[in-house]
Structures are given as C-alpha cells and as structure tokens.
C-alpha cells in the first residue's frame, strides 16, 4: 500500500493545490494532506482553520486524509509512513522545490514526486490570493465557493481590527 503526503501551508487551500491532491489520490493508496506551518510566511489563518477548511474541501475522497503537522516534513514521513511527497510544480518553484526535495532525500531518503500545476492555476498561489485579497481584489476564481467567503471574510476582519486599533 503505498502512502503519500501532501504537504503545505495552504493558508488558503487554492483550486492548484486541491488539483494535485486530486490527482495524487488516483496515483497512491493513501494520501495525507499535512498543513505545516511556513515560518517565513505570514499566516491570514490559523492552523487549525486550514486543516477545517482543507478537510471539507477533500471530503469527496475516501482515501485522503488531512492533519497538522510541526516539525520537519520528513519526521512526519517516518512517523506516519509515508512512501512519498507529492507536490505540485510551478515553473517558479522549481529551484526551491528541487533543494528542499533533495534536502529530505538526503535527511532521511525520502523521495518527492513533483506534479505540473494545471496550466489554469500555474499563476495561482496562497501569498498572491492574500495579497489581491488583502489590497481588495476579488479572489473568487482561484478558491473553492467557501474558502473563497472565509477569505473574504478574514481579511475584513482584519481591516476592521486595525481601523479599531487607530
Ligand atoms: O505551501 P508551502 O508554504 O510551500 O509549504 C511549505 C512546507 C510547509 C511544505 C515546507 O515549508 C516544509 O516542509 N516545512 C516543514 C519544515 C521542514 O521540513 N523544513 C525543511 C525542508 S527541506
């Protein structure tokens, strides 16, 4: 039975990543969605209301599952045998992608499986969706329906607690 694990910050599910989760589903037996948390990045939602809204969006399919994860990707890997990381690959990831997929091949073996992003969504990423929604744009065609809503939401949210803290 092989197992693989879907790694991301997700922060939010996009229409590219819920594709290769799809697709990474017909390849494996099993398929763990990990929501990590980016250090580097500044996070619009917790955690936990990725992992919510990432377990709704996957509800379709009967074998992914999605979880937290902290630490390092491939202890998580060990942990929870997983056989392999897949991923999906825009044309300007791929330096990073190749360096942090050879980095966990080094650190434990562990091989990463890189998926084309659908030629739709190959300009579509979780920072990009933040910040067109952050500065007013509209985000509705690169998230499912309710991510969408929850984004929307979210940085409303946000706008109204910095006009409160003036
Ligand atoms: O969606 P992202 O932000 O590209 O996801 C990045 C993520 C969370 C998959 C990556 O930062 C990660 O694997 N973090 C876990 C920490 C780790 O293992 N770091 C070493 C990578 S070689």
């Known amino acids: 039975m092989t197992r693989a694990v879907c790694p991301g910050s997700f922060d939010p599910v996009t229409h590219g990543h819920l594709d290769v989760i799809e697709r990474t589903s017909r390849m494996v037996d099993y398929v763990v969605v990990a929501v990590g948390t980016n250090i580097s990045k500044n996070a619009?939602?917790?955690?936990?209301?990725?992992?919510?809204?990432?377990?709704?969006?996957?509800?379709?399919?009967?074998?992914?599952?999605?979880?937290?994860?902290?630490?390092?990707?491939?202890?998580?890997?060990?942990?929870?045998?997983?056989?392999?990381?897949?991923?999906?690959l825009r044309a300007t990831d791929f330096g990073y992608e190749l360096q942090m997929a050879q980095m966990n091949r080094q650190l434990t073996g562990v091989d990463t499986l890189f998926l084309p992003t659908a030629p739709e969504w190959a300009y579509v990423s979780s920072s990009l969706v933040r910040e067109v929604a952050t500065l007013g744009g509209d985000v509705r065609p690169f998230l499912p329906t309710k991510i969408a809503a929850r984004t929307m939401a979210k940085v409303a949210s946000r706008h109204a607690g910095a006009a409160d803290d003036m």
């Open 44 to 88: 619009l939602f917790t955690p936990d209301e990725r992992v919510e809204m990432l377990a709704e969006e996957c509800a379709d399919w009967t074998n992914v599952e999605v979880t937290l994860f902290r630490g390092l990707l491939v202890d998580f890997c060990t942990a929870n045998d997983i056989d392999v990381i897949s991923k999906g």
